[in-house]
């Protein structure tokens, strides 16, 4: 295959692992995490670091519970993810970025659906034929800035 195309169709399985990641979540499909993550991925979000996708699937199950305050099982909120950027850095590496804006549907005081809004950075690797998440980190932009991740720290050093 032409090597054009071939990372088109690279970008595409990309995109999409974000895509099925907001689905899986969302929906309270968090057994399903295997088909987003690698084995060995690293995940950084607002409810902390996780190591591994035992550790992934226990943290976002009980972040899941957190904000699932209807008890409805799924969908207490909604992910939205937007402007994905796509490196391809090997024939089986690459690295992106995508904004997530990040809606509340469950019932809460405030009436502002808007639950934050993001920036991930993300690296992906090609395992046994699938392309994975091998490390996430989301930056939060609103509605307060955290700049505590490693990545951040990292990023700041290189500016």
């Known amino acids: 295959m032409d090597n ?3 990372a088109l ?4 399985e990309i995109r999409n692992l974000r895509t099925l990641y907001a689905h899986h979540l969302d929906s309270n499909n968090i057994a399903a995490l295997d088909q987003v993550f690698s084995a ?7 409810v902390g670091k996780m190591e591994g996708l035992a550790a992934i699937r226990s943290g976002l199950n009980e972040a899941f519970k957190l904000f699932d305050r209807d008890h409805h099982g799924s969908y207490p909120f909604l992910h939205a993810i937007v ?9 089986d590496t690459a690295e992106g970025r995508c904004y997530l804006i990040d809606f509340e549907t469950a ?16 690296e992906y690797r090609r395992i046994d034929g699938q392309w994975r ?3 996430t980190c989301l930056e939060v932009v609103w509605p307060q800035r955290n700049d505590t ?6 990023q700041k050093k290189e500016a």
């Open 4 to 6: 054009t195309i071939q």
């Open 9 to 12: 169709f690279d970008r595409e």
């Open 40 to 46: 060995d991925a690293v995940v950084e979000v607002t």
């Open 83 to 91: 402007n994905h950027w796509i490196k391809l850095t090997g024939p």
């Open 107 to 122: 019932s809460k005081p405030d009436p502002n659906p808007l639950l934050l809004l993001g920036l991930y950075a993300d």
């Open 133 to 135: 998440i091998t490390r």
């Open 149 to 154: 991740s490693e990545r951040a720290a990292d």
